[in-house]
């Protein structure tokens, strides 16, 4: 049977149990590394703050969460690996690389420009790197691949990196997971994977509860991929009672088998720091790694969905995104 790389080495598929499909344990926007007034980068510290924000998912039994946390959105194995063992946890993290316009891309472009290297084949070159050799000297492979697109459109960049991730992808069964901008570009990004010989069942396009529309969600669904629920609590985009409803539509209509629950939470920013205004943090009040226990879950249970379902999308569709089976 296939084993599923984290952070502390290769484990069971049997093992992953409770999983969070989508979060962050520590993540920036590239450019805090150029702000003067930036704190100090202090994996000590970083380590704490996000042991703190894990310590509630105990009480849930969450056992695994996936880190879709790209190369370029400040990436660090080190830091994950010191919170998986300390907080006795499973992290599975990402090769992989975030959109166009927020990621770090202008070292490959102008490689690119300059024609010293193709960008499609350098990034499969970079992704297959990292799933056989590991991240760094750090001995640490990644157990997916994340790719990003941007609102409403696919640039070439962004096409080629989703063809280089279906490439890596079939040549090493570790799936991909996607950022799509409030679920947009869905359908296209399911088609350039699957057109590039990605395997549905090990694809799962990410942020599909930002997009309220049955119609759109079934259009993604009916290319056979899963999908993720995974922004519960960011309701400064879209209020978690409409993501609620239309997760309980889905469920009506059949596709538990291809959905998974998460809450796009990151533990640990870095940079200067400050406060969100008033609005903002009334809006953001229940975003954390335990949203979906405390308040959607039980929702969701009062909509009629059984604990059977729940285990369905928390448990095995992880698993099977993972390992295949
Ligand atoms: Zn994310």
């Not at 954390?288 to 009062?302: G, Q, T, Y």
Request: charged residues 25%; glycine residues 10%; contains cysteine.
């Amino acid at each position: 049977m296939a084993t599923i790389n984290t952070v502390r080495g290769p484990i069971s598929p049997d093992d992953l149990g409770l999983t969070l499909s989508h979060e962050h344990i520590a993540a920036a926007y590239p450019g805090w590394e150029c702000d003067p007034l930036s704190r100090p980068y202090d994996r000590e510290k970083i380590v704490r703050v996000c042991l703190r924000s894990l310590d509630p998912v105990k009480e849930y039994g969450v056992r695994s969460i996936i880190d879709a946390t790209p190369a370029d959105l400040s990436r660090d194995v080190e830091v994950l690996k010191r919170v998986s063992d300390q907080a006795d946890i499973n992290i599975i993290c990402a090769t992989g690389r975030y959109t166009e316009e927020e990621g770090k891309w202008a070292y490959l472009k102008q490689r690119s420009r300059a024609g010293v290297g193709d960008m499609r084949d350098e990034l499969y070159d970079g992704f297959m790197h990292e799933i056989t050799q590991g991240i760094g000297g750090s001995g640490v492979r990644p157990g997916v691949i994340k790719v990003a697109t941007g609102r409403g459109r696919i640039t070439h960049l962004e096409e080629a990196m989703l063809r280089a991730a279906a490439r890596a992808s079939r040549e090493t069964g570790v799936p991909v997971i996607t950022h799509t901008e409030d679920g947009t570009m869905g359908p296209e990004q399911a088609d350039i994977l699957i057109g590039e010989g990605a395997d549905p069942d090990r694809i799962m396009i990410g942020h599909m509860c930002g997009n309220s529309s049955f119609e759109y969600q079934m259009d993604v669904l009916g290319r056979r991929v899963s999908v993720s629920f995974d922004r519960f609590g960011i309701e400064l985009f879209l209020p978690d009672k409409v993501r609620t409803a239309v997760l309980a539509g889905l469920l009506a209509a059949g596709y538990v088998g291809r959905i998974m629950l998460s809450q796009d939470f990151i533990a640990c920013g870095f940079g200067r720091g400050g406060s969100w205004p008033e609005e903002v943090r009334r809006k953001m009040a229940n975003w954390s790694f335990v949203n979906i226990f405390r308040n959607i879950i039980p929702a969701l249970k009062k909509a009629g969905v059984t604990e059977e379902q729940i285990r369905t999308m928390t448990v095995d569709n992880p698993r099977r995104l993972l390992a295949g089976a």
